[in-house]
């Protein structure tokens, strides 16, 4: 009885949304900070830049972090610099006497740290796509043939790569034509047996849902149906955190009258973390 | 529907930063360092994405002119390639063709509405020396991607060209001011046309 008489306690459900948009705000602004905020930490550490001592017969100090800004300065044999910020391919660092630039990533690689030995700095290669396992890609392609002929298609992809040879990933695909447009979503499962190699080949299975969201002429009988595809493709690592892909799948969708067939070719790209 | 695929859009891009997240904690805690480096302390402050707000005007084909306003979020992949992801809306008014003819279409289909994903490379690097002898960091951009353009109750499948132009301000904050072709087909005044819509845009981001 007290309860119902309390006014906080009536006004809890109307703010139950309230309450989940804001620890939903709170919980995304934090994990947007949350980098910045790891780095205001380590400034203050008195730790928060590495000294390294240049083997190189000099370094070139760049203005900004790329190879078309200009060199503005040069660091000698045996002087000792500081790094603080890393970018692409490319080091922020200052000098003893006060210079600050940017310094490319492989003259940096020829430094030593205070104790002698050489610095091995960060850095991300094919072996972390086969290791590492998180992705998110996007990929651009065509219905080619088929029921959704002549449609043009784009999807949004999010990852895990469980095993070197073997993913398992999320589809969200938008399909646009003149007299139709639709989207599916769905569950991917890849299989890249020969994953150590340069171009390796990759097999595709999986099923979702697909819906034609508008068509104005009925010329489809897909509405709201299930599907299942199978295809193949191949990735190259483009470098970095980087993969190129490309596929051509075939598309079975169950539709109320009987089971159409789609053809599409994709090239898009993940991004793995 | 529509709310689906926004939810789809937010819940992708919360894991994404989620996802980038520990790969960047590990980096700069030094764990993907090697024992040489890891025990000296290195922490290296990670400049990998830039976050902004978009003002500008769009053109739409057969339409108005209109401001537009948006938001973008870039990852900065090699020196000189970002990826960028833009989301930006206008409100657009009365089309001549309207004004003598009626209004073709009402309420929630009059917001034009645009996403798109896309592959910049800067072409050119420079300074540029606004106030004197300062020097700010400059470069010259090219953007290309696709999208999706929500118009007058249609979604098409728009492919976006651009070129920008982005002046460093501070340490941590950019100006870019783009322009950018969006590309694609609409059934709004004549069957299958392929339409041009333009925007030139002003955008100040931060350095995450």
Do not use: C
């Not at chain 1, 009885?1 to 948009?21: C, G, H, T, W, Y």
């Not at chain 1, 690592?237 to 490309?246: A, E, H, K, S, T």
């Not at chain 2, 420079?126 to 290309?144: C, H, I, R, V």
């Amino acid at each position: 009885m007290q309860r119902i008489d309390n006014p906080d306690f009536k006004l809890k459900s109307p703010n139950k949304f309230k309450r989940a948009a804001f620890y939903g705000v709170l919980l995304f602004s934090t994990s947007v900070f949350k980098v910045p905020f790891a780095v205001a930490e380590s400034q203050n550490d008195s730790n928060s830049s590495v000294e390294l001592e240049v083997i190189d017969p000099y370094l070139e100090v760049h203005t900004g972090p790329g190879q078309g800004y200009p060199v503005i300065y040069t660091v000698e044999q045996g002087e000792k610099i500081f790094i603080s910020t890393r970018r692409p391919d490319w080091y922020e660092i200052s000098t003893e006497d006060g210079h600050s630039g940017w310094v490319k990533a492989s003259q940096i690689a020829r430094t030593l740290l205070p104790t002698g030995e050489p610095v091995d700095l960060p850095s991300v290669s094919y072996g972390d796509y086969l290791e590492r396992s998180l992705y998110v890609g996007l990929n651009v392609g065509q219905f080619s043939s088929g029921e959704l002929e002549s449609s043009d298609t784009f999807s949004f992809l999010a990852g895990f790569r469980a095993f070197s040879w073997g993913a398992v990933e999320i589809e969200q695909s938008q399909f646009y034509n003149a007299d139709y447009r639709g989207q599916y979503f769905g569950i991917n499962f890849k299989l890249e047996p020969f994953s150590d190699w340069v171009v390796s080949p990759v097999l595709t299975l999986g099923g979702g849902e697909m819906e034609v969201t508008v068509q104005p002429k009925q010329l489809l009988s897909i509405e709201q149906d299930d599907y299942f595809h199978y295809g193949i493709g191949a990735s190259y690592y483009l470098g970095r955190n980087f993969v190129m892909n490309i596929n051509f799948d075939k598309y079975d969708i169950s539709t109320e009258q009987s089971d159409k067939s789609a053809n599409r070719w994709n090239l898009g790209f993940n991004a793995f973390f | 529907m529509e709310s689906r695929i926004q939810r789809f859009l937010l819940i992708g891009a919360s894991l994404s930063i989620f996802l980038a997240q520990p790969a960047l904690a590990e980096e700069s805690n030094g764990q993907g360092l090697d024992n040489t480096a890891s025990h000296s302390g290195l922490e290296l402050d990670n400049e990998l994405f830039e976050i902004g707000f978009t003002a500008g005007t769009i053109n739409i084909q057969d339409f108005t002119s209109e401001w537009s306003t948006g938001i973008n979020a870039t990852f900065l992949a090699t020196e000189n390639a970002f990826l960028q992801f833009n989301y930006l809306k206008a409100d657009v008014g009365l089309s001549s063709y309207e004004k003598s003819q009626g209004q073709l279409i009402a309420g929630d289909d009059r917001e034009f509405k645009h996403y798109d994903f896309l592959v910049g490379y800067d072409l050119y690097q420079g300074e540029q020396f606004f106030t004197g002898n300062k020097a700010q960091l400059s470069a010259l951009y090219a953007l290309f991607g696709v999208g999706d353009t929500n118009f007058g109750g249609e979604k098409s499948f728009t492919y976006t060209m651009g070129i920008g132009y982005r002046v460093a301000l501070t340490r941590k904050f950019n100006l870019k001011l783009d322009f950018k072709n969006y590309r694609y087909e609409s059934n709004l005044l004549l069957p299958e046309q392929t339409n041009n819509s333009q925007g030139l845009s002003l955008s100040i981001n931060y350095l995450l």
